[in-house]
């Protein structure tokens, strides 16, 4: 199937000028980054036991990864059902759009702003650790392997969130309900992220490679994972 | 003309015109049920290119859920239906949705966004060619030019129907359904709607249009169709009233006439006829053109004082009303 990508481009774009006009989103869209921000700031500059051999058993940058996993599910659990419960939705399943090309366009404008959100914090991280952490700290933290799955994982991770807030933002008959299971649905990747992070799973290469491929595959079928739980006649005809 | 006008005293729809390429909606035996509660029943009819058709009917007939049926976002329980050419099958649903643009009972405006930037994104979903020009176009045609920038969640209800009149008209449709379009609209705007729809209809734009104004689908609608779960009726405005009420001459004179009774019994084409207080009489005839001069005549002769003498017209609304208090009597025994 080709996807029409104006039409996508016509979803995600829109959906950007949303949220550009709501402040509030903005506002509830940083809370979790800052919170998976704070914490790691308070274990390097404030706790007294820390020291640098202790961290470098652990990988603090990995335990940053929840934020692009906690960062979508209010976003996508909103997507189709918000639109739904505002009546937005009927006038647009009138085009000729393709619930796939609705679906890929909604993701990519709930992965594209809390990656990026995601890599901004992890940059406002490193930075204060560069510059204000002991240097033995610092160096213990600032790991070339770790840096790399952060940048590599944040996009695989997200998307997975992503398709999971969409699956219940299609399914759900309130905004609300569908934005709290997508949170829900999304705790498990949190879980693995931070039992890598403090080590409790063995970080490495062969786990990253496979835990990576199996993201990518997850995150590539995703749309068609949820494209099926998409029925034109329940969004626009059952109850709300 | 569409090919309504092609059509017997009976408004049935010829089954050639079904087949025909100039038929832009064939509907038949459909239905759709919700669980038990059936919304339309057992529906047929065809809609030639071209034609301006009017849906009617109380609410809660099943309008809307017809609308949505048609525009592929409801399948049908049973029955079938060709819309712009294509059979109504899921697998035809983009292609059908390509050629057609439906304007929602309720607009669905994205609020925050402007009323160019709601029209950018639709333009985009339809894909038209030319957006910037297209939108312009649109906008100019429903009056809106000068709010192009406003926030639509800052329009009045009516501008707000104004601005889903133009995405409906961004991709310049086949079809086009239009779901009660001049509800809550001033009689101004629905007056400037009403020629917006006969600017189209000379394009060659079938439009299906539900209403609950009925002096509103007397006046544009080719055809018309009442519609309460089950279709009542359909035929051009003026043979409905035909089929449904016969033809009367109102008299009034000025005394009452002494005899009435002999003055119009055995007159040409009078059928009967019966006093509507004081002076005024209403004549059934089965033809007017013959009956007025005979009965002028007979008044003459009978020395009465003619002050007034003309056929009475009924209206699409009594024609409505008459089959829609049909049902309500017999739902209610
Ligand atoms: N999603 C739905 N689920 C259950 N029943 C429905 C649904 N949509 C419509 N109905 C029922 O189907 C019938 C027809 O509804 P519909 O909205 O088509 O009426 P309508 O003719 O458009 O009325 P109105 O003039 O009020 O707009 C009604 O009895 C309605 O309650
Ligand atoms: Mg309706």
Same mark, same amino acid.
């Given at each position: 199937?080709?996807?029409?990508?104006?039409?996508?481009? $016509?979803?995600?774009?829109?959906?950007?000028?949303?949220?550009?006009?709501?402040?509030?989103?903005v506002?509830?869209?940083?809370?979790?980054?800052?919170?998976?921000?704070?914490q790691?700031?308070?274990?390097?500059?404030?706790?007294?036991?820390?020291?640098?051999? *202790?961290?470098?058993?652990?990988?603090l940058?990995?335990?940053?990864?929840?934020?692009?996993v906690?960062?979508p599910p209010?976003?996508?659990?909103? !997507?189709v059902?918000?639109?739904?419960?505002?009546?937005?939705?009927?006038?647009?399943?009138?085009?000729?759009?393709?619930r796939?090309?609705?679906?890929?366009?909604?993701?990519?404008?709930?992965? =594209?702003?809390s990656?990026?959100?995601?890599? =901004?914090?992890?940059?406002l991280?490193l930075?204060?650790?560069?510059?204000f $952490?002991?240097?033995?700290?610092?160096?213990?933290?600032?790991?070339?392997?770790?840096?790399? $799955?952060?940048?590599?994982?944040?996009?695989?991770?997200g998307?997975? *969130?992503v398709?999971i807030?969409l699956?219940f *933002?299609?399914?759900?008959?309130?905004?609300?309900?569908?934005?709290?299971?997508?949170?829900?649905?999304?705790?498990?990747?949190v879980?693995?992220?931070?039992?890598?992070?403090?080590?409790?799973?063995?970080?490495?290469?062969?786990?990253?490679?496979?835990?990576?491929?199996?993201?990518?595959?997850?995150?590539v079928?995703?749309?068609?994972?949820?494209?099926?739980?998409?029925?034109?006649?329940r969004?626009v005809?059952?109850?709300? | 003309?569409?090919?309504g006008e092609?059509?017997?005293?009976?408004?049935?729809?010829?089954?050639s015109? !079904?087949?025909?390429?100039?038929?832009?909606?064939?509907?038949?035996?459909?239905?759709?049920?919700?669980?038990?509660?059936?919304?339309?029943?057992?529906v047929?009819?065809?809609?030639?290119?071209?034609?301006?058709?009017?849906?009617?009917?109380?609410?809660?007939?099943?309008?809307?859920?017809?609308?949505?049926?048609?525009?592929?976002?409801?399948?049908?329980?049973?029955?079938?239906?060709?819309v712009?050419?294509?059979?109504?099958?899921?697998?035809?649903?983009?292609?059908?949705?390509?050629r057609?643009?439906?304007?929602?009972? +309720?607009?669905?405006?994205?609020?925050?966004?402007s009323?160019?930037?709601?029209?950018?994104?639709?333009a985009?979903?339809?894909?038209?060619?030319r957006? +910037?020009?297209?939108?312009?176009?649109?906008?100019?045609?429903?009056?809106?030019?000068?709010?192009a920038?406003?926030?639509?969640?800052?329009?009045?209800?009516g501008?707000?129907?104004?601005?889903a009149?133009?995405?409906?008209?961004?991709s310049?449709?086949?079809?086009?359904?239009l779901?009660?379009?001049?509800?809550?609209?001033?009689?101004?705007?629905?007056?400037?709607?009403?020629?917006?729809?006969?600017?189209?209809?000379?394009?060659?734009?079938?439009?299906?249009?539900?209403?609950?104004?009925?002096?509103e689908?007397?006046?544009?609608?080719?055809?018309?169709?009442?519609?309460?779960?089950?279709l009542r009726?359909?035929?051009?405005?003026?043979?409905?009233r035909?089929r449904?009420?016969p033809?009367t001459?109102?008299i009034?004179? $000025?005394?009452p006439?002494?005899?009435?009774?002999?003055?119009?019994?055995?007159?040409?084409?009078?059928?009967?006829?019966? +006093?509507?207080?004081?002076?005024?009489?209403l004549?059934?005839v +089965?033809?007017?053109?013959?009956?007025?001069?005979? =009965?002028t005549?007979?008044?003459?002769?009978?020395?009465?004082?003619?002050?007034?003498?003309?056929?009475?017209?009924h209206s699409?609304?009594?024609?409505?009303?008459?089959?829609? *208090?049909?049902?309500?009597e017999?739902?209610?025994?």
């Amino acid at each position: 199937m080709n996807l029409s990508t104006r039409r996508v481009r $016509a979803i995600f774009h829109r959906e950007l000028r949303e949220y550009r006009r709501n402040r509030s989103i903005v506002v509830a869209i940083a809370i979790f980054p800052l919170i998976f921000l704070i914490q790691p700031l308070f274990v390097v500059f404030l706790a007294h036991d820390v020291s640098s051999a *202790s961290l470098s058993q652990m990988h603090l940058l990995l335990y940053m990864l929840a934020i692009p996993v906690l960062t979508p599910p209010m976003l996508a659990g909103y !997507a189709v059902a918000g639109e739904r419960q505002h009546g937005t939705l009927e006038p647009v399943l009138t085009t000729p759009i393709r619930r796939e090309e609705f679906l890929v366009g909604k993701a990519l404008a709930v992965l =594209v702003p809390s990656a990026a959100i995601a890599y =901004v914090v992890y940059a406002l991280f490193l930075a204060l650790v560069a510059l204000f $952490a002991e240097p033995s700290v610092a160096s213990a933290i600032i790991q070339v392997p770790d840096i790399l $799955a952060q940048v590599l994982f944040t996009p695989l991770l997200g998307a997975l *969130s992503v398709w999971i807030g969409l699956a219940f *933002s299609t399914r759900a008959s309130d905004v609300r309900v569908a934005q709290q299971l997508s949170l829900l649905g999304s705790l498990p990747l949190v879980l693995v992220t931070s039992l890598i992070a403090f080590n409790v799973i063995h970080a490495t290469l062969g786990l990253a490679v496979s835990l990576a491929a199996l993201l990518l595959i997850a995150d590539v079928l995703g749309w068609r994972a949820v494209s099926p739980l998409f029925d034109r006649e329940r969004l626009v005809a059952g109850s709300r | 003309m569409g090919p309504g006008e092609a059509e017997s005293n009976r408004g049935e729809v010829p089954p050639s015109v !079904a087949i025909g390429a100039d038929v832009a909606l064939s509907v038949d035996h459909l239905s759709k049920r919700f669980g038990d509660r059936l919304a339309f029943d057992d529906v047929s009819f065809t809609v030639g290119r071209g034609e301006v058709f009017g849906f009617l009917g109380p609410n809660g007939a099943g309008k809307t859920t017809i609308v949505r049926t048609l525009g592929t976002l409801l399948t049908p329980t049973s029955g079938s239906a060709t819309v712009a050419g294509l059979p109504l099958t899921p697998e035809n649903g983009v292609e059908i949705r390509r050629r057609i643009a439906v304007m929602p009972e +309720s607009p669905g405006l994205y609020l925050r966004l402007s009323v160019a930037e709601n029209l950018e994104c639709f333009a985009d979903l339809y894909e038209v060619p030319r957006a +910037s020009e297209r939108i312009a176009n649109a906008l100019e045609l429903v009056n809106l030019t000068d709010r192009a920038g406003d926030a639509c969640g800052t329009l009045s209800r009516g501008l707000r129907q104004r601005v889903a009149l133009a995405r409906a008209l961004l991709s310049d449709p086949e079809v086009l359904f239009l779901d009660e379009p001049t509800a809550g609209l001033d009689p101004v705007a629905a007056r400037e709607v009403h020629e917006l729809i006969v600017g189209l209809r000379m394009r060659g734009v079938t439009i299906f249009l539900t209403t609950h104004r009925l002096e509103e689908a007397e006046r544009l609608c080719d055809r018309v169709a009442i519609l309460n779960t089950t279709l009542r009726t359909i035929g051009r405005p003026a043979e409905l009233r035909d089929r449904l009420f016969p033809r009367t001459i109102a008299i009034t004179t $000025a005394a009452p006439i002494r005899e009435p009774t002999q003055v119009f019994a055995g007159l040409p084409a009078v059928d009967g006829w019966r +006093s509507d207080g004081g002076a005024s009489y209403l004549l059934t005839v +089965s033809d007017p053109t013959v009956a007025a001069p005979a =009965v002028t005549r007979a008044l003459v002769a009978a020395g009465a004082d003619v002050l007034e003498i003309g056929q009475s017209q009924h209206s699409l609304e009594d024609v409505y009303l008459e089959l829609i *208090s049909d049902d309500v009597e017999a739902s209610g025994r």
